[in-house]
Each structure stands twice: as structure tokens, then as C-alpha cells.
């Protein structure tokens, strides 16, 4: 009885813009995948819908997967019960963009089940999953990987299909050099602005002003991209540190600074003392990435954050760049073989 394992990395957002609506970079911005904290998921026909956990007792992401299962049988009425793993898990409310890369996991995994894999595009689903109605890096993150540049909605009832159309979101990917890494800090406790919080803050009817749009518009477009494509690590830093600072800046009265985690923010302030720069945040956070040129480097700055005093409140990962999409492996019994999809 076929079965499929999904399994993808996180996303990394580094700063929601917010022009006018109805204007190019509308909810646009920049984020990137990385290859480490993922979920890994397996899918699988059942007697009974069902949940099961193999990374301990974390009742909120067994109910999200029973949520979007539902979910998907709404769409996908032919969808037969099921059961799904969570074989390694990914930490939710941290900035990194776990729920919506869990809610694509499974629901790419239900339409092969459901015998449907020339079916609705994968944006089509992320929409009834009730996901790109604002950024769109986390599903083209998920379709392709890599460092993308969201040109964000042009009109606000865009119908987030992701395609050229002006009426739409535009991403545009490019390979990430496979050298660098993220240095990922989060603290223990504590968690980033979300659900109804979250919801609130985009009630509000703010723009940025064009002087800092023109100028995040120019880091990207004249610094960040340009620096990606010549694999010139010390302007990408230096930009994407501007760019995060300035966003940061903009939503300090929602999130209380520049990073939404004090202890974060002590963390930063106490890397740069000792030269290390280049931290920005990640979507609400609390999650911050400080980029590093090589995995020695990336492993000098763990080290280094070992002898700060508050070592013990934060965790520190080192992450790879994903420059692919999620793996879908399709499992068939009768015929012992597997398939892979991008």
C-alpha cells in the first residue's frame, strides 16, 4: 500500500515590507530556505484518520495535522482516511515558518494519496490551507528553495497564484551559495507574534513611507541580489543586516524593538562587541540569523556564543542553504520501488 514521506527545511523571512496596497512590494520582501529545523513527514493510507508523533508529546502540531487533513478532505473529497508520522518536527511560533511548511507537507502528501498529482497547483492548495495571503516565500520556498525575492501582491484582492500576471505575487529565486550558512539563535522560552496577535497588527492600516521603501527597494535590488550573484559574502552581511534593521525599526511598536526577543537582542548587541555582524531577524521572530561565510566560520560564532552569560536560554543551530525544493518520496510496496518529486 503506497505510503509518502515529505520532508523540507524552514524558511527564513527577513522583513515583511508593507507599500501601499495595491502597489509593487505590497507584503513583498526577501527570505531564504534553509536545510535544518524540517519537518519530516509520512502519509499513508488508514482504517481511521490518525496522528502519531515520533519526536515526543507535542499535542499543537498533532492538532494542526488533524486540522489540515480536514482541511484537504474539503477539497479533495475522495481523499480516503489517513494516517500521518511526523517523523522530525520543526519548532512552531519561532519565525521560521513551520506551519506553513508542515500544512504544504501534508497536503502535497494527501493529493498523491488522493491520486491527484496532476491536479490543483501547489499554490492552489496553499490558498485553501488558508497560507499566501500576504507572503508567498514560504510556498515558493517549499516549490523551489532557495533565496527569494517576493515583488509582493499588486492588487490587494490578489488572488496569490504565483505567476507573472500583475494582479499576483511575483517571486523570484536564486541560488544561494552552498559555502555560506545561518548561525540560528532562539531563545527557550518564548515565542514570536502569531495567530490572532498577528492578525491584529496587519488590521492596521500603516504603510512605510517611500523614503524607506526606495531604500529597501535599493538593498535589494542594487546590493542584496548583485552580492548573491557574485558570491560576495561581506556585502550580502552588511545589506541584509541594513535591511532587517530597518523592518525591524518600522514594527518596534508592535514587537518592542529592532528584535522582538530582549535576550535576542543582548545576544546581538554582545556579538557585535566582539566583531561578529550581520544579525537580522527572521519573519516576528524570536528567532535571529547571523549569516556566516563558511562552516568554520559558523562554527566560531557558536562557539563564541557558548562563553556568553545567558548561554543556557538560548539555543544555537547552524543551518545549510536549501536551494531545493521539498523531497517527495513516493513510496510503492507492490513494485518495492521509489520516486522522487521536486
Not at 141 to 148: A, I, V
Not at 190 to 211: C, H, I, L
Not at 271 to 281: C, D
Not at 302 to 311: C, F, G, I, T, Y
Request: negative net charge; proline residues 5%; hydrophobic residues 40%.
Amino acid at each position: 500500500m503506497m505510503s509518502v514521506d515529505v520532508t523540507t527545511g524552514s524558511r527564513l523571512h527577513f522583513g515583511l515590507l508593507s507599500a501601499e496596497a495595491g502597489l509593487p512590494w505590497h507584503y513583498g520582501g526577501v527570505g531564504l530556505m534553509i536545510d535544518s529545523p524540517g519537518w519530516r513527514v509520512r502519509v499513508s493510507f488508514a482504517r481511521c484518520d490518525e496522528v502519531v508523533s515520533a519526536v515526543g508529546d507535542d499535542c499543537e502540531a498533532a492538532a494542526r495535522v488533524d486540522s489540515i487533513v480536514k482541511q484537504c478532505r474539503a477539497v479533495m473529497p475522495e481523499l480516503p482516511p489517513l494516517r500521518v508520522e511526523m517523523l522530525e518536527s520543526s519548532p512552531l511560533h519561532s519565525g521560521m515558518g513551520a506551519g506553513t511548511q508542515l500544512a504544504l507537507s501534508v497536503a502535497s502528501a494527501a493529493q498523491l494519496i488522493a491520486g491527484n498529482s496532476a491536479g490543483e497547483s501547489l499554490y492552489s492548495i496553499a490558498r485553501s490551507l488558508n497560507r499566501v495571503r500576504r507572503s508567498a516565500i514560504g510556498t515558493a520556498g517549499f516549490e523551489r528553495g532557495g533565496f527569494l525575492v517576493d515583488h509582493g501582491q499588486r492588487q490587494s484582492q490578489c488572488s496569490r497564484q504565483l505567476t507573472a500576471a500583475p494582479t499576483c505575487n511575483r517571486v523570484r529565486r536564486l541560488p544561494f551559495p552552498d559555502e555560506w550558512r545561518m548561525v540560528l539563535l532562539t531563545p527557550v522560552a518564548g515565542s514570536g507574534v502569531s495567530g490572532d496577535s498577528e492578525e491584529a497588527v496587519f488590521q492596521k492600516s500603516r504603510t512605510m513611507s517611500d523614503e524607506v521603501m526606495a531604500l529597501q527597494i535599493d538593498l535589494i535590488e542594487h546590493r542584496l541580489i548583485p552580492a548573491i550573484d557574485a558570491i560576495d559574502f561581506a556585502t550580502f552581511r552588511d545589506a541584509l543586516e541594513e535591511y532587517g534593521t530597518a523592518v525591524g525599526r518600522y514594527f518596534t511598536a508592535e514587537q518592542g524593538g529592532v528584535f522582538s526577543s530582549p535576550l535576542i537582542a543582548d545576544a546581538v548587541s554582545w556579538l557585535a562587541e566582539r566583531g561578529v555582524s550581520g544579525a537580522v531577524q527572521s519573519s516576528w521572530g524570536p528567532t535571529v540569523c547571523v549569516p556566516a561565510e563558511s562552516a568554520d566560520a559558523a562554527r566560531s560564532v557558536r562557539d563564541l556564543l557558548a562563553s556568553w552569560h545567558a548561554a543556557g536560554a538560548i539555543r544555537v543551530r547552524v543551518a545549510n542553504p536549501l536551494n531545493t525544493g521539498a523531497t517527495i518520496r513516493r513510496t510503492a510496496p507492490e513494485h518495492s520501488d521509489q520516486r522522487f518529486f521536486a
